[in-house]
């Protein structure tokens, strides 16, 4: 298998779009870095992305959504999160909350939480809309590798074990996104540092 990038013209984002809502497998342009994106919902999908990467099953993934709504439809927002996300959403932070039961175990590694992002780059925005589905995505290269902030990045590492990469340019950001744990509404804690400092957070 060879991948094959693609401009994202209205037809490839539909093409892509099936091909997600089939199970397959997409490599995404987000703000922080190329992502290998699954629909969320399908335990066999996701099990791909593992497979695809050599990912470690106690590594969960971060679900992509498009909107503060499609997030409370995995995830129980908490009004911490909600005041949280109207300031930094679409934008490079994750947050970890309670899981709803649609998430497959696979997705967070068997806990009882989901990290969830709204991502703010308009390629991956275009591609969550048009297939309106939550995406899993980690990034998209062989575990343990450097993150791909080009196309031909991803090509490189997983371009014999992916089709389709969707061309969305270099990755404004190319550093992964801030993850701060709003379990406990009083106390948000930073699990991993990122694009996001933890001053606008704890401004927030
Ligand atoms: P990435 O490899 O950039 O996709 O980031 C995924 C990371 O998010 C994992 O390695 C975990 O550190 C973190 N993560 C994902 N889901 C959870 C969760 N439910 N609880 C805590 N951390 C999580
Ligand atoms: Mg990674």
Redesign the pocket.
Known sequence: MTATVHRPSRTALRRLAAELRRGGLVAVPTETVY?LAANALDAKACAAIFAAKERPPE????VHVDSVSAAAAVAELNPAARALARAVWPGPL?M?LP?KAVVPAIV??G?D???VRVPRHPVFRDLLRECGLPLA???ANPFGYV?PTLPEHVQRGLGDRIEPILDGGPCEVGL??T?V?LRNPARPCV??PGAISAAQIAKV
Do not use: F, M, N
Request: net charge negative.
């Open positions: 992502g590594d969960p993934l971060i994750t970890v899981k967070t590694a806990l939480s989901v990290a995505a980690p990034s993150s992964e996104s993850i744990d699990l991993r």
